[in-house]
Structures are given as C-alpha cells and as structure tokens.
Nanobody
Framework: QVQLVESGGGLVQPGGSLRLSCAAS????????MSWVRQAPGKAPEWVSD????????RYADSVKGRFTIARDNAKNTLYLQMNNLKPEDTALYYC???????????WGQGTQVTVSS
C-alpha cells in the first residue's frame, strides 16, 4: 500500500529555513505527480506545491512562491520541500501527498510539524 513518511520539520525563527523530506514506498513513485499540503490548526488543508512525475514542471501556491522549492529524486523515491524565509503564517503540519493539487487525504503521509516563531 502507499506509504509516505515525512521528516525534517521543527521549530525555526522567522526568516529561517527548513528542508522537508518524504520517503515514498508501495507504488511506482516515478509515475506520479507528488504534492505538499499543509494544515494549520483550525484551518482547512492548503495545497502548497506539486511536481510532475519527471520533475520537469513545478507549481506553487501564491503564498509560498519565491520562498519554497519542491524537488524529487526518483532514484531514491524521495520528495523534498526547501523552505526559505519562513514566516509565522507558514506554521502548520506539512504532508506529502501522492497526486497533484490537493489529493484525497487517503494519499497523504502522517505529516511533519513546522513551527515558525521567535
């Protein structure tokens, strides 16, 4: 079955950086778009970014454009999210997801917490 395991979250000061990773298994990773989704407490899930199966096309939400970079390594079945110039409003649980845009929750990992605070 689909398994997605995120890592790399933590507490960071505003303006700082974090790099999230997602280890994928149970499906042909290189055949699928992959996404990052986040959810802040009390808010609806928000699509953050996605990347085409071969990495040739990436898309970003306006709220993170120019600060976040999505990437993938198909040889390692791993998805990444480099987050720079983090802001308090980026605080959320970040999920890796199989598929583009906002995939069904059944295709999300367990999430990794990102907290941006001074």
């Amino acid at each position: 079955q689909v398994q997605l395991v995120e890592s790399g979250g933590g507490l960071v000061q505003p303006g700082g950086s974090l790099r999230l990773s997602c280890a994928a298994s149970g499906f042909r990773f290189s055949f699928f778009y992959m996404s990052w989704v986040r959810q802040a407490p009390g808010k609806a899930p928000e699509w953050v970014s996605d990347i085409k199966f071969d990495g040739t096309n990436t898309r970003y939400a306006d709220s993170v454009k120019g600060r976040f970079t999505i990437a993938r390594d198909n040889a390692k079945n791993t998805l990444y999210l480099q987050m720079n110039n983090l802001k308090p409003e980026d605080t959320a649980l970040y999920y890796c997801a199989k598929g583009a845009q906002l995939p069904p929750k059944a295709y999300w990992g367990q999430g990794t917490q990102v907290t941006v605070s001074s």
